[in-house]
Structures are given as structure tokens and as C-alpha cells.
T-cell receptor, first 112, second 114 residues
Framework: ETGVTQTPRHLVMGMTNKKSLKCEQHLGHNAMYWYKQSAKKPLELMFVYNFKEQTENNSVPSRFSPECPNSSHLFLHLHTLQPEDSALYLC???????????FGPGTRLTVL | EDKVVQSPLSLVVHEGDTVTLNCSYEVTNFRSLLWYKQEKKAPTFLFMLTSSGIEKKSGRLSSILDKKELSSILNITATQTGDSAIYLCAVEPNNGGATNKLIFGTGTLLAVQP
């Protein structure tokens, strides 16, 4: 148990659905991240939040919408996704933006 | 373009063997290199390397950075089946204290057979 939890662990959705991924960290960290891991591709950074403020959007399509209501929680809202968005979505957190990142277990997303 | 390349892509060994995983990188301004172990889903942190030539050890795992060669190796001695995993290398560029952006390699898939 890394102290970073993600729900749900598995999600299957249609292209017209709206769903949200949730990440929660119990480590007292101030920075949180969303990553996408597709098959046979490196981990791709999507978003970075530092003290609830978004500091980076790595050219992510608008059908992915992050939300960080406080330093312990991070959401990824999904709508009108495409099949190629099927991937493992990993959340990570770190004490500060220059510190070691610790990952959650991930959400396996399948878009039909 | 910043990038991280790992080799081999996959490796099959028997218990007790010693393995060496390689990571090479190209980054505009280097800050640190990190190794993660990914089993099933979540990557777990192994090492962070910032200085060249200083070996970091944790049990049977060790790693060292060579800034001149822009590379790092991860050694695992006396491998066990529990070492089977994807080993990820990531590099953090130094962008003046701004966002911590890790650039990951595709990983090395290690399978340790009994």
C-alpha cells in the first residue's frame, strides 16, 4: 500500500458516457499528477497540480478534464472518449513538485 | 527532444542469475534519474540518482549513474521470482525548479523463472 489510492480500479465506458476517476493521497503531499500508460508506450504525463493549482497540461485533449479540490484529492473527468483512450491511468503524488513521485495502483479504462 | 531508452525490452532469466538493465537518456538539462519497479499496476519507487559514479543499494538491487555516458544501470543479484516485473527508468529535466516532469522509458520486462 503506497498511500495513494485510486478508484475505480477498472472502468468500462461507452464513447458517449461521462465518468470520473478519483485519486486520493494520505501522505500529506502537495503535488499530484495524472499519467496515461498505453500498451507498449512509455508513461505519458497528462496534468500536474501543485497546491491545488494546475501547473502543467501536457497537450491533453479537452475530453479529459482534471479537478483538484484540495491537495489530497485529484479527479479526472472523462467525456466523449475515443477507443484509443483505453489505457491505464495512474495518479502520483510528491511532497513538492521537485520531489520523488509515488504512484497509485491505477485505473484500467476501456472505452468501447 | 528529450527521451529515455531502455534495454533490453524484455529478459528471461532463472532464479539466482544476476541481471543488468540499461537506461540511456537525452535531456536538455539533467536533474535526476529514477528507477521504478512496476508489478501488475502501480510503479513503486526504487532509486533516485543525481550524482555520477555513486552507487545506490537496496538489498539485492543496486544502481549507478554515468553522466558522461548519459546512462544508468540497474543490477539485480541472486534474482528471485518476485523480481519479475517491468522496470521503468525515468529522467527529470532541470527546468529551474518548475514542474517536476518525468520522462519515462518503455521499460524492461523481466521474467524470473524458477
Amino acid at each position: 500500500e503506497t498511500g495513494v489510492t485510486q478508484t475505480p480500479r477498472h472502468l468500462v465506458m461507452g464513447m458517449t458516457n461521462k465518468k470520473s476517476l478519483k485519486c486520493e493521497q494520505h501522505l500529506g503531499h502537495n503535488a499530484m499528477y495524472w499519467y496515461k500508460q498505453s500498451a507498449k508506450k512509455p508513461l505519458e504525463l497528462m496534468f500536474v497540480y501543485n497546491f491545488k493549482e494546475q501547473t502543467e497540461n501536457n497537450s491533453v485533449p479537452s475530453r479529459f478534464s482534471p479537478e483538484c479540490p484540495n491537495s489530497s484529492h485529484l479527479f479526472l473527468h472523462l467525456h466523449t472518449l475515443q477507443p484509443e483512450d483505453s489505457a491505464l491511468y495512474l495518479c502520483a503524488s510528491s511532497v513538492g513538485i521537485a520531489d520523488t513521485q509515488y504512484f497509485g495502483p491505477g485505473t484500467r479504462l476501456t472505452v468501447l | 527532444e528529450d527521451k529515455v531508452v531502455q534495454s533490453p525490452l524484455s529478459l528471461v532469466v532463472h532464479e539466482g542469475d544476476t541481471v543488468t538493465l540499461n537506461c540511456s537518456y537525452e535531456v536538455t538539462n539533467f536533474r535526476s534519474l529514477l528507477w521504478y519497479k512496476q508489478e501488475k499496476k502501480a510503479p513503486t519507487f526504487l532509486f533516485m540518482l543525481t550524482s555520477s559514479g555513486i552507487e545506490k543499494k537496496s538489498g539485492r538491487l543496486s544502481s549507478i549513474l554515468d553522466k558522461k555516458e548519459l546512462s544508468s544501470i540497474l543490477n539485480i543479484t541472486a534474482t528471485q521470482t518476485g523480481d519479475s516485473a517491468i522496470y521503468l527508468c525515468a529522467v527529470e529535466p532541470n527546468n529551474g525548479g518548475a514542474t517536476n516532469k518525468l520522462i519515462f522509458g518503455t521499460g524492461t520486462l523481466l521474467a524470473v523463472q524458477p
